[in-house]
C-alpha cells in the first residue's frame, strides 16, 4: 500500500432513520455510493478502492480515486452483525483501510410515524405491527451502534441537517480552516466516539425535576434561564472558553480540519442541549465555522 488512503464510510442504522439519505448526501459529497452490499464482497470493495489509489499515484493524478461510501444494514444479504464486525475488524486491520462506521438512528415513536406516512413495511415486520420490527431490529443492531464512529440521531432532523453533519465530518475541505462540530449527548446512550473534547454538565440543577420543565429541551428559553441561574454555571461555561480559546489555532497549526465537541447530561435533553447551542452561539460570534446536532434531545 502506499502512504495515502481512500476514505470509506459504511453506513447503517434502522432501517427508516435515513440510511438512503445519507447515502446520497455522501454521493453529493463526490463518494461513490453503494448500497446492499453482500458482506462476501466487502473487502473486495474496500480494497479495491485502496488499490485503484494506488495505480493513481504513479501519476501523481487523484481525482479518478474517489472516497467509497458503503450502505450495509439488516436488508443485505448474509448479514449478520457478528460477521460484519469481524470481517470489518480484518479489513481494516491487515489491509491498512481508513474505515468509519456511520449509525443513523431515530427515535421508536418518529420510525411509527414514517412507516404509518408512507405505508411501508418493515423488513422484520411483514406480517406483524411495526412495533414489533423496530424493537427486533434494534435489538440485532445494538452492538453496531456501539462500535459506530458517529452516531447520528434524525429524530427531529431534515435531510439538510443530516448532510449538514455528514459534511462536517467527511467532505473535504474546499477552504483553510477548522470546522467545528458540536453536539449535545445523554450519558445514558453511551459517549459520542467521534468527540475529541468531552463536557459534562450533569453537576448544574436539572430542570428535568421540575414538572413545568421536564417536556421542554435545552432550546426552550426557560429552560436556559433555570440552568442560567444555577450560581456553578456561568464560571463552567467561562471555563470552557479559556480552555477552548488557545486549543483552537493549535489545532488548525496541526492540519486538524474539524473538531468534535460533545456535551454530555444524564438524558441529553436539558443542560447539554442548552450548553451545546450557547457554545454555538460563541463560536459563529468568533467567526468559526460551527454545526451544531442534538443526539439524544428526543429522549
Not at 34 to 58: H, R
Not at 210 to 218: M, Q, Y
Not at 219 to 245: S, T
Amino acid at each position: 500500500m502506499n502512504g495515502k488512503t481512500i476514505q470509506t464510510v459504511i453506513v447503517t442504522g434502522i432501517s427508516g432513520a435515513g440510511k438512503t439519505s445519507a447515502l446520497k448526501a455522501l454521493e453529493d459529497m463526490n463518494f461513490e455510493a453503494i448500497d446492499n452490499v453482500p458482506l462476501s464482497m466487502l473487502e473486495s470493495l474496500m480494497v479495491g478502492a485502496q488499490l485503484e489509489l494506488g495505480s493513481d499515484a504513479g501519476s501523481g493524478d487523484h481525482k479518478f480515486a474517489r472516497p467509497v461510501a458503503i450502505g450495509v444494514d439488516i436488508r443485505t444479504r448474509d448479514f449478520g452483525v457478528e460477521v460484519f464486525l469481524d470481517r470489518y475488524d480484518q479489513i481494516t486491520e491487515r489491509q491498512g483501510i481508513n474505515a468509519r462506521i456511520v449509525f443513523i438512528d431515530c427515535d421508536d415513536e418518529e420510525l411509527k410515524r414514517r412507516y404509518e406516512e408512507t405505508r411501508h413495511r418493515h423488513p422484520l415486520a411483514l406480517d406483524r405491527p411495526v412495533a414489533d420490527g423496530i424493537a427486533h431490529e434494534r435489538k440485532l443492531v445494538s452492538p453496531l451502534r456501539d462500535r459506530a464512529n458517529l452516531v447520528i440521531e434524525t429524530t427531529t432532523m431534515g435531510p439538510g441537517g443530516l448532510k449538514n453533519i455528514l459534511q462536517a465530518h467527511f467532505a473535504p475541505a474546499s477552504e483553510p480552516g477548522l470546522t467545528v462540530f458540536i453536539t449535545s449527548f445523554s450519558f445514558r446512550r453511551g459517549l459520542p466516539r467521534e468527540a475529541d473534547l468531552v463536557f459534562d454538565a450533569r453537576f448544574l440543577r436539572n430542570p428535568h425535576y421540575t414538572p413545568e420543565l421536564r417536556p421542554l429541551n435545552g432550546r426552550d428559553a426557560a429552560v436556559g434561564d433555570f440552568i442560567g441561574e444555577d450560581e456553578a454555571y456561568e464560571g463552567f461555561f467561562g471555563n470552557v472558553i479559556n480552555l477552548l480559546e488557545p486549543l483552537l489555532p493549535r489545532f488548525i497549526k496541526e492540519g486538524k480540519s474539524y473538531l468534535t465537541i460533545a456535551v454530555g447530561c444524564t438524558g441529553g435533553r436539558h443542560r447539554s442541549v442548552f450548553i451545546a447551542e450557547q457554545l454555538t452561539i460563541w463560536f459563529e460570534k468568533q467567526g468559526w465555522k460551527a454545526q451544531l446536532h442534538h443526539r439524544d434531545i428526543g429522549g
